[in-house]
Structures are given as structure tokens and as C-alpha cells.
């Protein structure tokens, strides 16, 4: 029988959909799957492409059935579950052979897998795929991370697969062992922020404009013609114009208000954290996942304080204040992208992988869920100048900024004096304002810490005196 050159294991959304696009695109792949009835249900469904895949039902088989040296792709659950295939994989495998995995890895797991197998005779890709259920299907976009070698092996693959924009496909190497799952997680950790904006601005045209589900969703289906076209943007005026077919109600209308997680954002906030840079917006965009879960206790909250008045929305017949949460929106999403871009350089330089900013944004402008237009207004940026320290002061963006931060100013300051929760964007606002202030307040905690625990600090005029002339702070 003819051997495949390539194999995948995990027939769960993404696994299924990526074996089907790889075989679309003239590869005969291998497949396996932990539980043997998908692996038939898969088969079964898999209609004409059926000619293209070799179904196995145990390890041996599965790695039999793939011409050597083997790319082997592992699309299971993030965690322990990948360490545990990788462990029952091993023993049939030869020299030359490659594990990738291309779940949503911790980087740092990542890392761990490719030094352990960086001196054996088999290798290790860590790779983010992003994209959900359609993007696997039809083209994802691709993040590869380990050695450039193993990288150049399954590149004709991987570009045969992947999503084009203007026909540039978007799979990238970006550097050594975690680099590939490092820049995945951080584009999940904007999908949060970008997902929480909207939120936000979903709950200020509901709460505070009154709007319902249908008027909403056209709003976004307008703004998705303008400077905020994206995925997500699409998405919402699709998921807004949606009727429950239980209950007839519009069905964002009858989901309960808490939302999921699965770890890439929140590590996200720890690695920005650990490599110490503000990253707020994704912050609030994970806290406000942790709050909207706590559901019991906001009701009970609720009822205790009741909800604040909500203010009249500026505009006399709202399409000003509409204009205003647009430019708002684009404004706050200025801030998420610059925050995040900004951890994956702090994360280039500590781990030495060299990160390819230009080249992050280009493979993120389709496929992915945050993809966009914007994308490619980022690529540009980072183009002309690829070491820049924070998007929003280059020359394209400082002026977007310039353009929409007085609609940002206008949209928070409203949604706070009615009671409408806006972390997100109010983040993205005291980013700015703290970014841009050459004079900040932190003399004072400078002076604070010197009091009560003699930190010292630098002066302003360079005098070299380190302390205050308060002496210990347990004697003040
Ligand atoms: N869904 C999405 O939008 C995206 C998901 N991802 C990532 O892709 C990966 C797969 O996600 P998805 O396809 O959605 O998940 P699913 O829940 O649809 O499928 C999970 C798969 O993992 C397998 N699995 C679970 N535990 C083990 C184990 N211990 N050993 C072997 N196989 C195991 C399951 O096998 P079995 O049938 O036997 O249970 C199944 O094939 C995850 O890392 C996810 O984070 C990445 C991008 C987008
Ligand atoms: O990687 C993805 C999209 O890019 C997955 O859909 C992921 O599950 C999203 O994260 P979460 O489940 O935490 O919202």
C-alpha cells in the first residue's frame, strides 16, 4: 500500500478538519485517534477525500502506514494528554522523525519537550494553529516554532495548508523550541482583549442605548464596512442576528452571561508579567472573564446595590455617539494589539528567538480569529520599522490615535457615569494617558518606599542622594 507523508493524531474539531484540509491539498495523510470510533466516524464522513487518508486504529499501524523520516502531528488536548501520547508514540518511531505539536501548548511545555528530545534522534515542533473549526478546515494561520531544519522539512506542507492573504501564505517559522506556541498564546491573549472590547461596547448599545439584539447586530455589520472590518467584527453581527430556535428569542439573548477559558490568556498576563510589561487590556479582558463567572454572587450583588442611573448617551439622535463607539473601539483595539506585540519583544530578547514582528502580523491578516484589515496596517508599521518600542508611536498609528482618543475619552467617561463595566477599554484609555505623560506620579511611590522600607530612588536632577529626609519610617 502506498504510505502517507504525513500522519495526525487527535480526531477532536481541529485535528478532524486539519487532516481533511491536508489531504485536500494533494497529501495522503495517516490518521489516529485515542478512541477508535472516531477514527471510523471520520473515515466514514470523509467522502471523496476518503482516497487520500489511511485510517489506523493502533500506534503501530499508524506509524507503519507513514513513509519515513515522519512528520507526525499531534492536535489532542494541551497538557499532560500530549506528553502521555508522546510517551506511548516513542517507542515506534525511527531517527528523523518529528512530533509537532499543534495544540495550545504553554510554551514553557514546549520548551521542556524540545529539550528533551533535542539530543535524540527524533524532534520536536511546538506549533499554534489558529483559525477554530473553519480555519483548520480551509486554511489556518500557522505559528512554527524549534529548529529551522525541522522547520524547512515540513514547510511545503504547512504553506500547502495554511490561509493566504493576497496570496502570501500565513505560516511562518518565528524561532527556536517555544517561539511558535509563545506568539499563539499572546495572539489568543489579544483575541480576549479584542473579544472583551466588544463586549463592552455590546453592553453600552444594549444597557445604556437600549438597543436589542437585531438593531445591534447591524450596527456591527456597518461597522464591519469600515476601519474595524475583522473576523470578530463579522462574526458578532452574525452571532447578534441569530434567533434561538427553542425559545424564538434572539440567541445571544438567552446564553448565560459566563464566559469560558482555557488558559491561553491568562498565561498571557503572566508571561507579560514576568517579562514586566503592562499588557492591561488583556488583563481586564481575563478579569472579566474570572468576574462574569462568578455569576451567583453578581446577582446577589445586584440586588443589594441595584444598578446605577444610566446617564443620557451624547448625541441627539445617537448616530454621533455612535461614530464615537466606533473610533472608541479601534482606539481600545490600538492599545490591546501595541500591548501585546510589546510582550512578544520583551519575550524575544529574554528567550533569544528573535521574533519576526513584521512577519507575526502578516501571517495573523487571515485564517486566524483576531485576523483583520488592521493586520495588515500593523505589518506596515512594523515593516518600516521592525525594532519600534510600541506600535502606537509609529507614524500610522500615533495618528489613528490621535484621530479616536477623544471618542475613547467620550464612550468611558459615559458607560462610568451610567454604571456600565468598561475595563477594557477604560484600560486602554489609562494606557495611553499614562504612556503618553512625559511627568507621571510615581515620585510619590518612589518616596513611599524609601519612607518605610529605605528603597531609595533616582533624582531628577541626577544629585546622587538616594533617601528622603524622613529618616527610618519606624520612627516617623
Ligand atoms: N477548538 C478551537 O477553536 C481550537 C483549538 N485549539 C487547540 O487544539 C487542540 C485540540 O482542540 P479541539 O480539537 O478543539 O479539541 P476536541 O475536544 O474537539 O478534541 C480533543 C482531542 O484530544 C484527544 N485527547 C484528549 N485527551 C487525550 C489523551 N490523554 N491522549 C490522547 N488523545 C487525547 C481526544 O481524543 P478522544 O476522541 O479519544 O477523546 C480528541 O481527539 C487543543 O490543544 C486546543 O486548545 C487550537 C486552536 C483552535
Ligand atoms: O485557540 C483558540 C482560538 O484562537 C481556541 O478557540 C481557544 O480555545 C480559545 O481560547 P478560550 O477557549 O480560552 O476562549
Sequence with gaps: MEQAEIGLIGLGVMGSNLALNIAEKGNKIAVFNRTPEATRKFYA?????????????????????????????????????????????????????????????????????????????????????????????????????????????????????????NGEPCVAWLGNDGAGHFVKTIHNGIEYADMQMIAEIYGILRDGLKLSAPEISKVFGRWNEGRLNSYLIEITEKVLAANDPISGKPMVDVILDAAGQKGTGKWSVIEAQNLGVAAT???????????????????????????????????????????????????????????????????????????????????????????????DEITSAFTKDPDVANLIVTPAFAQLVQETDGALRRVVSTAVMSGLPVPALASALSYFDTYRRGRGTANLIQAQRDFFGAHGFDRVDGVDKHHGPWGSGLNA
Design 281 to 375: 487590556g488583556i488583563e481586564a479582558a481575563v478579569a472579566g472573564r474570572v468576574l462574569s463567572s462568578q455569576k451567583e454572587e453578581r446577582v446577589a450583588a445586584e440586588k443589594i446595590f441595584g444598578l446605577p442611573q444610566t446617564v443620557a448617551m451624547p448625541g441627539t439622535d445617537g448616530l454621533s455617539f455612535l461614530d464615537d463607539l466606533e473610533n472608541a473601539l479601534l482606539a481600545a483595539k490600538i492599545a490591546a494589539y501595541a500591548q501585546g506585540f510589546a510582550v512578544m519583544a520583551a519575550a524575544s530578547k529574554e528567550y533569544g528567538w528573535n521574533l519576526p514582528m513584521p512577519t507575526i502580523a502578516k501571517i495573523w491578516r487571515a485564517g486566524c480569529i483576531i485576523r483583520s484589515q488592521f493586520l
Design 45 to 165: 464522513e470523509a467522502g471523496e477525500l476518503a482516497g487520500q487518508i489511511i485510517p489506523c486504529e493502533t500506534l503501530e499501524e499508524f506509524v507503519a502506514a507513514i513513509r519515513p523520516p515522519r512528520p507526525i502531528i499531534i492536535m489532542i488536548k494541551a497538557g499532560d494528554p500530549v506528553d502521555q501520547q508522546m510517551k506511548l508514540l516513542e517507542p515506534y518511531l525511527s531517527s528523523g522523525d518529528i512530533m509537532i505539536d499543534a495544540g495550545n501548548a504553554n510554551f514553557r511545555d514546549t520548551i521542556r519537550r524540545f529539550d528533551t528530545l533535542k539530543d535524540s534522534p527524533l524532534t520536536f515542533i511546538g506549533m499554534g494553529v489558529s483559525g477554530g473549526e473553519e480555519g483548520a478546515r480551509h486554511g489556518p494561520s500557522i505559528m512554527v516554532g524549534g529548529t529551522e531544519d525541522s522547520w524547512k522539512r515540513v514547510e511545503k506542507v504547512l504553506t500547502s495548508i495554511s490561509a493566504k492573504f
